[in-house]
């Protein structure tokens, strides 16, 4: 089955900076890529997906690249706030179904943005 | 509903009693998805419903573990016999069917077994 591995698991930055979080699948049948923030107490949220067929999507201040000759996707956040501090998480959806809510999620990275 | 609600927020319970675990999804979101998250993980899928049919409980850990969704809109999971190690938060989830869709998560039960 898919295995999907998340590193780091914890993230350290200055407010300003930028945060990489970066993750590999196994399956390459995979065809849905969506990252999530938890914050603490809460369900997680969806912030950016991507999809196998382009290579990067931005939002704003996030940004999600695909590479999926490699099989790794990653999040890319600029300008960081104190308030982007959470834990992120990446996921992939199995064996490329059109079904977008059964996940295989990544072990999770505790950001923290300094002041 | 605004979003996905679960009750209870927090249910502690004793070993071996059985529990149930409530979801009322977004209104109109034919799918629902279970999940099961343990501290410092990522959450587990357990199971997914698309309408009233479970159309696939492969994560479903063992027996003791049965979701339910009889009218097609909120789903009740119920764990028998509970034992320690099933203390986790347990997410659900739900969304339109179709290729271009997002899951909405709840904020979770946090079951703890004593």
């Known amino acids: 089955g898919e295995n999907v591995e998340q590193h780091p698991s914890t993230l350290s930055v200055q407010e300003g900076d930028s945060a990489v979080i970066k993750c590999t699948y196994s399956?390459?049948?995979?065809?849905?890529f969506p990252w999530y923030k938890q914050e603490l107490g809460k369900g997680p949220q969806l912030i950016i997906d991507?999809?196998?067929?382009?290579g990067e999507k931005k939002d704003q201040r996030i940004a999600v690249t695909l590479n999926k000759t490699a099989k790794h996707f990653s999040l890319h956040i600029t300008e960081t706030q104190p308030e982007d501090s959470a834990v992120y998480f990446c996921?992939?959806?199995?064996?490329?179904?059109?079904?977008?809510?059964?996940?295989?999620f990544g072990q999770g990275t505790t950001l923290q943005v300094k002041p | 509903g605004a979003g996905v609600s679960q009750t209870p927020s927090n249910k502690v319970t004793e070993k071996g009693k059985y529990v149930e675990l409530r979801c009322d999804p977004i209104?109109?979101?034919?799918?629902l998805y279970w999940y099961r998250q343990s501290l410092g993980q990522g959450p587990e899928f357990l199971i997914y419903?698309?309408?009233?049919?479970?159309?696939?409980d492969s994560g479903l850990p063992n027996d003791r573990f049965f979701a339910v969704r009889p009218e097609g809109s909120v789903s009740t999971l119920k764990i028998q016999r509970t034992e320690r190690g099933d203390s986790a938060v347990y997410l659900c989830?739900?969304?339109?069917?179709?290729?271009?869709?997002?899951?909405?998560f709840g904020q979770g039960t946090r079951l703890t077994v004593v």
């Open positions: 209104s109109g979101h034919t799918a």
């Open positions: 996921a992939a959806s199995p064996h490329g179904s059109s079904n977008t809510g059964k996940l295989i």
């Open positions: 399956d390459s049948a995979s065809n849905y």
């Open positions: 989830a739900s969304s339109l069917i179709g290729r271009d869709t997002e899951a909405f």
């Open positions: 419903f698309q309408g009233t049919g479970a159309a696939d």
């Open positions: 991507i999809r196998s067929n382009v």
